[in-house]
T-cell receptor, first 114, second 109 residues
Framework: DAGVIQSPRHEVTEMGQEVTLRCKPISGHNSLFWYRQTMMRGLELLIYFNNNVPIDDSGMPEDRFSAKMPNASFSTLKIQPSEPRDSAVYFC????????????FGEGSWLTVV | SQKIEQNSEALNIQEGKTATLTCNYTNYSPAYLQWYRQDPGRGPVFLLLIRENEKEKRKERLKVTFDTTLKQSLFHITASQPADSATYLCALDNNDMRFGAGTRLTVKP
């Protein structure tokens, strides 16, 4: 398997623009996680899905952030409008659902908002 | 509020010594605790998982302990090597997966 695939790997955008990050989980996995990593706050869980349904979005910073999972093989994280403080690495990860399962991370999307 | 704390941001040790990293948590009752390794510019990679009813788990030069009374896990790397230099993250597993901030380990030759 190719692993969790994220795109874009790097994005530089201007404040106020819409940003869409994409994720393809590992085939067969039914849990998907979006994380944000910064030096200040570490690796924060933003939202996770089980069987394409959002289970916990309490980590989503504010209404500018939204995530969707229209099917088992694709998810998006959207920021609209983007702000400089959104600059971070955004990771997508997938696993089989339930406790005790390893989660597998993508290589991350490095976002810079100027 | 729930917190996951890893003992220090950075740990420097000499090659061959044992590295010990600490993960403390509050207001959680995780069924599992996991440890991950992250190299610069990469996503975290799974290392070890320990269940709440297990006291200790080993894998090659790695050892993890889990004390649910103290709400603490210790992660040991014995006979450390420069290639072990990385950031190590603990994660609490209660269906979701929440991570500590990580400890950056540097092993000097």
């Amino acid at each position: 398997d190719a692993g969790v695939i994220q795109s874009p790997r790097h994005e530089v955008t201007e404040m106020g623009q819409e940003v869409t990050l994409r994720c393809k989980p590992i085939s067969g996995h039914n849990s998907l996680f979006w994380y944000r990593q910064t030096m200040m706050r570490g690796l924060e869980l933003l939202i996770y899905f089980n069987n394409n349904v959002p289970i916990d979005d309490s980590g989503m910073p504010e209404d500018r952030f939204s995530a969707k999972m229209p099917n088992a093989s694709f998810s998006t994280l959207k920021i609209q409008p983007s702000e400089p403080r959104d600059s971070a690495v955004y990771f997508c990860a997938s696993s089989f659902s339930g406790s005790g399962n390893t989660i597998y991370f993508g290589e991350g999307s490095w976002l810079t908002v100027v | 509020s729930q917190k996951i704390e890893q003992n220090s941001e950075a740990l420097n040790i000499q090659e061959g010594k044992t590295a010990t990293l600490t993960c403390n948590y509050t207001n959680y009752s995780p069924a599992y605790l996991q440890w991950y390794r992250q190299d610069p510019g990469r996503g975290p990679v799974f290392l070890l998982l320990i269940r709440e009813n297990e006291k200790e788990k080993r894998k090659e030069r790695l050892k993890v302990t889990f004390d649910t009374t103290l709400k603490q896990s210790l992660f040991h790397i014995t006979a450390s090597q420069p290639a072990d230099s990385a950031t190590y993250l603990c994660a609490l597993d209660n269906n979701d997966m929440r991570f500590g901030a990580g400890t950056r380990l540097t092993v000097k030759p």
